[in-house]
């Protein structure tokens, strides 16, 4: 198959990826040029007439363990010593090693996925099968508390950089054995182990099986990043609005999966993605749960709340000002007649400078090393806001709206559903210029349209607004749990009942 716009052939992907023989010599120059690749021989059972080659990349082996559990048993075993080296190789991955894990392996392809994995593998002479053995260094992030999503009342951990350590977090928690989790590689030149995780009996199997699906179908170099995961999987790239939601935190990751949805992890990412997503799961909070029923839900009221201001405040605003005057009482009407006499720009000029203004402050904060980005964002937010109404270039009503419009974006648990709602916003204030209160309601129903016709893995993206009965009202109202008798509707899930 060939790429029509540019003439570039595909190329598919090689399976194996190391093809040839198993020798010595083939690992070696599989290996040519790698500074971190060794060699050292090892005498079996202390025999000088009997030894092996341990192979190795350093710095993905521990030393220590090597050391403690294989060269040492290796060595000074006295039944090794006077074995045949066939025998012993049998004796060593039967149990002479001390080793969690020894496997004979006869392929280049394991041989060296080993080596890159953090094992040590032993060639022996006359030998077709070599003895590989896993050692993996367990250098890595130390378990602390979420910076992006912080919790009062609650775990204290979240997701590091390592695969088995963010499954053992899970485990830790979801003790049961219908915990599945399915592993795949990812990326030609990277070899990313990602896993699927779900639970057996609970978790809908057509789920399951599409995510799988759209996992085993990336084809790419690298896995480095979040966007080679969401903008695979994801059923479009054509929207602002992120269809698949992810979490630091272990405890939520783990809610995510007994609600019946299904979760994936990738090695080197410290977060975990949960999918589908709606619109629904953006709005509710790690603390929900932890709070007061009634608490919870008056917040996330607020949040719902929050966000009508984040995305119409602007808009309507310059609605008001340049076609709708009549919709102000007459006091706040010459209020702003009269800041705006001195300012030479027009009203929808005004706003977007402003609102351009907050995302390059925001920006800046977010580059910037944490002391640095506070100093940054009060000096963006006081001192230049401050100077801008002084020196007339804008007027204070608007710097009020715009202010006010940003902080309540913040309320939002997503901060990738709060940056799309800020995309939008711009769209929403050049509609307002253009028509008025009749340009926002145009540009409203194209976005309702757009996030109507939008699904997360078959799931309506607008659910719970979608769903019927008390699916609808468990998605905006936290209700108290002794009341919750059942899980989503829209998860078809295969036990919906989740207690008593």
Same mark, same amino acid.
């Given at each position: ?381 006081? /001192? =230049?806001?401050?100077?801008? %109404?002084? !020196? ?7 710097? +009020? *709206?715009?202010?006010? @419009? ?38 409203? /129903? =194209?976005?309702?349209?757009? %996030?109507? !016709? ?7 993206? +607008? *659910?719970?607004?979608? @769903? ?33």
């Amino acid at each position: 198959m060939e790429s029509k716009q540019e003439g570039i052939p595909w190329h598919p992907r090689q399976e194996p990826r190391i093809t040839g023989a198993l020798t010595l010599d083939h690992i070696r120059e599989v290996f040519q040029d790698c500074v971190d690749f060794q060699e050292r021989e090892v005498l079996v059972g202390g025999d000088p007439g009997k030894w092996t080659l341990m192979l190795s990349i350093a710095g993905m082996v521990k030393n220590e363990r090597v050391n403690d559990y294989i060269l040492r048993p290796m060595f000074y075993n006295p039944h090794l010593e006077g074995m045949p080296l066939k025998k012993a190789v049998d004796w060593m991955q039967k149990g002479a090693l001390y080793n969690l894990s020894v496997e004979l392996r006869s392929t280049m392809d394991q041989v060296v996925s080993d080596l890159i994995g953090g094992n040590v593998v032993f060639v022996f002479p006359g030998q077709s099968e070599m003895l590989s053995c896993a050692v993996p260094t367990e250098e890595k992030r130390s378990i602390s508390p979420s910076d992006n999503e912080p919790m009062l009342k609650g775990a204290r951990d979240s997701f590091v950089e390592s695969i088995r350590t963010n499954t053992s977090l899970v485990r830790r928690r979801i003790r049961t054995p219908n915990l599945k989790i399915k592993e795949q590689i990812v990326g030609r030149q990277t070899l990313t182990p990602v896993d699927l995780l779900y639970l057996e009996g609970l978790t809908n199997p057509d789920l399951v099986k599409e995510a799988e699906a759209r996992l085993s179908e990336i084809d790419i170099d690298a896995l480095l990043t979040t966007a080679n995961l969401e903008e695979y999987m994801s059923d479009t790239v054509k929207t602002p609005f992120p269809l698949m939601g992810y979490t630091e935190r272990p405890d939520r990751f783990c809610a995510g999966l007994v609600e019946g949805r299904v979760g994936i992890l990738a090695d080197g990412l410290p977060l975990g993605f949960l999918l589908p997503e709606t619109v629904g799961q953006f709005f509710k909070s790690n603390e929900d749960r932890a709070k007061n029923w009634a608490v919870a839900s008056f917040l996330r009221i607020l949040r719902y709340f929050c966000m009508f201001i984040a995305l119409f405040m602007p808009a309507i605003y310059v609605a008001a000002i340049n076609f709708h005057p009549e919709m102000l009482p007459a006091s706040l009407a010459w209020s702003i007649v009269e800041a705006k006499i001195d300012v030479p720009f027009s009203t929808v000029f005004e706003v977007l400078i402003l609102l351009f203004a907050f995302e390059i402050v925001q920006e800046a904060g977010l580059r910037l090393p944490p002391a640095i980005g506070t100093t940054v964002s009060i000096l963006g937010g006081l /001192v =230049v806001g401050t100077a801008a %109404v002084e !020196a007339k270039i804008v007027s204070p009503a608007v710097l +009020i *709206t715009v202010a006010v @419009a940003g902080i309540a974006g913040f309320t939002l648990p997503s901060q990738e559903v709060s940056s799309a709602l800020r995309l939008w916003r711009f769209g929403l204030v050049i509609a307002a210029s253009l028509a008025g209160l009749f340009g926002v309601v145009a540009a409203t /129903v =194209v976005l309702i349209y757009h %996030v109507a !016709a939008l699904e997360s893995f078959g799931v309506p993206f +607008i *659910t719970p607004f979608a @769903a019927v009965g008390g699916d609808q009202i468990d998605g905006v109202l936290r209700r108290p749990l002794v009341w919750v008798k059942f899980r989503e509707r829209s998860l078809k899930t295969q036990n919906r009942r989740n207690q008593k």
